[in-house]
């Protein structure tokens, strides 16, 4: 704004010269200064647009990297999904073993019931065929 205060001023003082017909220096002088005023409004402005194309990059970089987060963020949620259901699968299919391994255990300690029973079974044939063959000879 004081750019372009200064380049108000500039444009009276170069009225005021026109319209009083004063000295040629003092146009001079007053040109000279109106060309600095506005050689430095246009380096103002140049900064400016350059200020702006580094904010405009920084909000792209910034806006990726929020897509980025969500995009990683989405795949983590998925994985998540995915991990969970493949817990669950292992977690029925562990109970089922676990159901089995327990069936399989009653069965075995039944087996073994019956083999201690055949067991003595056969010592009993045994006793009764070692007692009673030689008394009946």
Do not use: W
Request: net charge negative; no cysteine; glycine share 4%.
């Amino acid at each position: 704004m004081a750019a372009f205060r200064d380049m108000e001023e500039v444009s009276q003082g170069l009225l005021s010269l026109l319209g009083a017909n004063r000295a040629e220096a003092q146009q001079r002088r007053l040109l000279g200064r109106h060309e600095q005023v506005v050689e430095r409004l246009l380096e103002t402005q140049d900064g400016a647009d350059q200020r702006l194309r580094e904010i405009l990059a920084a909000e792209k970089e910034v806006a990726q990297s929020l897509l980025d987060a969500k995009e990683q963020a989405h795949q983590g949620g998925t994985e998540l999904q995915q991990l969970e259901a493949e817990l669950q699968r292992a977690s029925e299919e562990d109970t089922h073993l676990k159901a089995s391994l327990l069936q399989l255990s009653r069965e075995l300690e039944e087996l073994k019931e019956i083999e201690a029973d055949l067991e003595r079974q056969e010592r009993e044939v045994d006793e009764d065929t070692t007692v009673t063959i030689p008394s009946a000879v």
